[in-house]
């Protein structure tokens, strides 16, 4: 063998080396962009669970609020319907007692305007003579022989709902 000869099988080993060099480099490199890729959708997937659980804590948030606004005056207006009811009493005592028109007109007025805040505030009367029992608002405390069954015969004090939430159920003889 001549030099020249050795040279080329060098040089072919050399050749053979770095293809296989650069093939596990390549190999390699196919990996780590595999595994990069991995982490860059695990990565995404966290990014899209957080994006969703901060919507839906935005959403309960706002919900919550929404509820707060809605019942805030939930205690004020339930300590409003005494007044309401001492008003209510008083237009009747007044009207058994012969009072004069003027009184007897100011106390309704007053119990009108009391009602018709309560109403622009959501809170409305409920339990009339003839409406179906509903146990949700109202309170049977007797029975009302000449009213039909289920039905409302006497209401003994009105009741009150506040965006549609019960404040104080209306107490009632209902039909048997």
């Not at 957080?50 to 606004?69: H, I, L």
């Not at 119990?111 to 339990?127: I, Q």
Request: proline share 2%.
């Amino acid at each position: 063998m001549t030099e020249q000869t050795n040279n080329d099988i060098l040089d072919d080993s050399v050749e053979t080396i770095e293809q296989a060099t650069e093939l596990d480099e390549v190999a390699t490199l196919k990996a780590t962009i595999s595994e990069l890729e991995a982490q860059v959708k695990d990565a995404k997937e966290v990014a899209a669970r957080a994006n969703a659980e901060s919507y839906n804590a935005q959403r309960r948030m706002e919900q919550e609020t929404d509820k707060a606004k809605k019942y805030a005056l939930q205690k004020f207006a339930k300590e409003l319907l005494d007044v309401v009811d001492n008003l209510e009493r008083a237009i009747k005592a007044s009207e058994k007692a012969g009072a004069d028109d003027s009184t007897l007109e100011g106390l309704k007025l007053t119990h009108k305007s009391l009602l018709t805040v309560l109403e622009k505030n959501g809170v409305v009367a409920v339990g009339q003579v003839g409406d179906a029992f509903n146990p949700d608002i109202h309170e049977a405390v007797g029975i009302f022989p000449d009213a039909e069954k289920d039905t409302i015969g006497q209401v003994l004090q009105k009741g009150y709902t506040l965006n549609e939430r019960t404040l104080r159920p209306a107490m009632v003889l209902v039909g048997g």
